[in-house]
């Protein structure tokens, strides 16, 4: 009988990777009470608070506020609301109404830059910028000003392999595209799966796309500002039209009922040997762990492949990022407690109570011993600097029907041209209601 996963993927925007007591500032306690033992911490009596948006579990930051409370003498309260528009909508309020919280944790990227940020939070550019990833700093920052620290891991839209399939049949991680549809075409002539496909949830069929942006970028560096420009199109940019046409590549590699096939399905297919590669969020990970343990170490994880075979890169979706309250009348233990959240204590504490996707985005972290092989693999692109984030987090514009434009295409009901021109459409809307000019 088929397992059930435990946990589900946010649905897309894609992603978001990551309960609670009160909100508001929490007003300072009696430093001078409590034992003798507690008054020799630094922050002994002293409270803060956290407004955290997400719909996920919270078993990483709550593992992060009970060593960060034994190690500074602090109490933090935490309070969650869900994400989506809802949690949006109570962000703006909080913010608005002067009722934020000594920290948030929030999206960042677009959404960061319009919330107006220099209004609201601190400045953290001086105290952190270089110690964490280039890319994170970069989507936690509006007008080259750093407003955030890493809430949680990174993930990526990328394949997770069969690495005893590979041994097998004796393949080799591809470099470029062409060698990866060459793989496939060894596992199909076997007569294995050589790509799952989950297209009965639209939003999986997308990822390929998606975790292609990297490929985009590395032939064109400008795509991304031309684009929410409304100077660049899907439809007229060779690379951006290869991101739809690759979808169309791997739908010969597929299972027969791959449109029938759910994101559950495949969590199950993948650790019972039913394909090869999957084409999805690393977030994956963590369902089939809950499911299967340490057997997801039997997965690897490479980027979407390229043209290139020395700029073969991972497409990154950036965590939520935590946002100091530039009015917090706590700032000191504030700041304690965001430096302990970024150590090797404070991320080794996060990843034994939640094993992460992706990366942490802190330089000179190392991973745990015990961290799933794909994301050592994906430690390895970190590591040479050949990672760049998905589009999303740098522009707004981003067309609603993007799932099930891509489930068109993954159907054959489309084609790659066609593809294109219809997400260009749909973005024109998006951009048209931001005030762009397309």
């Known amino acids: ?6 946990s589900v993927l946010l649905s897309m925007m894609l992603i978001g990777s990551m309960a609670g007591c009160s909100s508001g500032s929490g007003g300072s306690g009696d430093s001078g009470s409590g034992d003798a033992a507690s008054s020799d911490l630094p922050y002994a009596g002293e409270e803060i608070s956290i407004l955290w948006v997400s719909n996920s579990t919270m078993d ?5 506020i009970e060593a960060a409370e034994e190690k500074l003498g602090l109490t933090v309260n935490l309070e969650q609301v869900p994400g989506g528009e809802d949690g949006d909508n109570v962000v703006k309020t909080r913010l608005a109404s002067g009722d934020m919280a000594d920290l948030l944790s929030y999206n960042c990227g677009a959404l960061l830059s319009s919330l107006n940020p220099s209004e609201y939070f601190e400045d953290l550019t001086a105290d952190y910028a270089d110690k964490l990833d280039e890319n994170f700093v970069n989507a936690a920052s509006s007008d080259g000003v750093l407003y955030g620290i890493p809430a949680t891991a990174s993930q990526a839209g990328a394949v997770l392999y069969n690495v005893e399939m ?13 060698e990866f ?4 075409e060894v596992l199909k002539e076997a007569g294995e799966t050589a ?4 297209d009965a949830d639209s939003w999986t069929s997308q990822v390929t796309y998606l975790g292609d942006h ?16 409304g100077e660049a199109k899907y439809a007229s940019t060779p690379a951006g039209l290869e991101s739809f046409q690759k979808i169309a590549d791997i739908v010969p590699y597929m299972n027969e009922d791959h449109m029938a096939t759910t994101y559950d399905d495949g969590c199950d297919i993948m650790m019972e040997d039913g394909a090869a590669h999957w084409i999805i969020l690393t977030s994956a990970l963590s369902n089939i762990y809950e499911l299967y343990g340490d057997e997801v170490n039997r997965l690897g994880c490479f980027g979407v492949p390229g043209d290139d075979a020395e700029n073969a890169g991972l497409t990154v979706w950036e965590p939520n990022a935590i946002y100091m309250n530039k009015n917090t009348e706590k700032a000191d233990a ?6 302990f959240y970024i150590s090797t204590e404070g991320l080794d504490a996060l990843a034994a109570a939640e094993p992460p996707c992706g990366p942490y985005c802190v330089k000179g972290y190392e991973l745990p011993e ?4 794909a994301v050592k693999d994906m430690q390895t692109y970190f590591d040479a600097g050949l990672t760049n984030v998905a589009l999303e987090f740098q522009t707004a514009v981003k067309g609603s029907n993007c799932a099930s434009i891509c489930q068109e295409l993954a159907s054959g009901q489309t084609t790659p041209e066609e593809a294109a021109a219809k997400y260009d459409e749909d973005c024109e809307k998006q951009a048209v209601q931001l005030g762009l000019d397309w």
């Not at 015990?370 to 092989?373: C, I, M, Q, R, V």
């Open 334 to 339: 504030v700041k304690a407690f965001m430096d």
């Open 166 to 178: 590979y041994e097998e049949y004796g393949l080799e991680v591809p470099k470029t595209w062409d």
């Open 1 to 6: 009988m088929k397992k059930k996963v435990i």
């Open 60 to 64: 990483g930051i709550n593992a992060v």
């Open 195 to 198: 790509v799952l496909g989950t």
């Open 214 to 229: 990297y490929n985009v970028l590395a032939a064109d560096p400008t795509f991304a500002e031309e684009f929410e420009a």
């Open 370 to 373: 015990d961290a799933y092989t």
């Open 181 to 184: 549809l060459a793989n496939c």
